[in-house]
């Protein structure tokens, strides 16, 4: 079947890294995706990673992909009180179709 | 400036009265859909429409109905909500394929009492 899971709560200190994990159970997805909520906002993508590549870097994100472990996680370095949001990772078993996890909300605290 | 647009934002409505919360993209998306946003559950897709005239039940479609008359378009229809549909809605839209961009609406929280 189709499932996404995530922790539903992170919360780091300003400055220090946050690691977003995610588990999903479809093998074929050939995209994983991370989006962010905004408070009053609807989701934006943020970063995406294609199934055959391990990492992916982009300024401060890092998305690792584990195909083995169906893991995916979203690093972010240095974390701004502005990075406080929900995150959402997502799967793509089916062409269009995406799968949401349950978000993670990460909270920044100075 | 590419968006999409729901209205109303907020709406408090009572058991069994007839509600539309309208959708509309100006990208010219073939794909539309509509999710709902529960606390513990994340989105779960409840309608979408792959062009005008082609929707298809998603996820959780028991008690919505949609149409899409207009590729811009995609209205979201509660024909008798009852309080197990409050929730927050997203419209999304993107074009159709295998790796393409999601955009979302800002959401309409609703409330059935």
């Known amino acids: 079947g189709e499932d996404v899971e995530q922790s539903l709560f992170l919360s780091v200190r300003e400055g220090d890294s946050s690691v977003i994990n995610c588990t999903y159970t479809?093998?074929?997805?050939?995209?994983l995706y991370w989006y962010k909520q905004e408070p009053g906002a609807g989701l934006q993508l943020l970063t995406y990673?294609?199934?055959?590549?391990d990492m992916k870097q982009d300024q401060r994100l890092t998305v690792l992909l584990n195909k083995k472990d169906k893991h995916l996680s979203l690093r972010i370095a240095d974390t701004q009180t502005g990075d406080s949001a929900i995150y959402f990772c997502?799967?793509?078993?089916?062409?269009?179709?995406?799968?949401f996890g349950t978000g993670t909300r990460l909270q920044v605290f100075p | 400036e590419a968006q999409v647009t729901q209205n109303p934002r907020y709406l408090i409505t009572v058991t069994g009265k007839k509600l539309t919360v309208t959708c509309s993209q100006n990208m010219n998306h073939e794909y539309m859909s509509w999710y709902r946003q529960d606390p513990g559950l994340g989105l779960r897709q409840i309608y979408y429409s792959m062009n005008v005239e082609v929707t298809d039940k998603g996820d959780v479609p028991e008690g919505y109905k949609v149409s899409r008359k207009e590729k811009r378009n995609f209205p979201l229809i509660l024909e008798s909500p009852s309080p197990n549909q409050t929730s927050l809605y997203f419209c999304?839209?993107?074009?159709?394929?295998?790796?393409?961009?999601?955009?979302f609406g800002q959401g309409t929280r609703l409330t059935v009492v």
């Open positions: 997502a799967e793509s078993p089916h062409t269009d179709k995406l799968i």
């Open positions: 999304a839209s993107s074009f159709r394929g295998l790796n393409t961009e999601a955009f």
């Open positions: 479809d093998s074929s997805s050939t995209y």
């Open positions: 990673i294609f199934s055959n590549m």
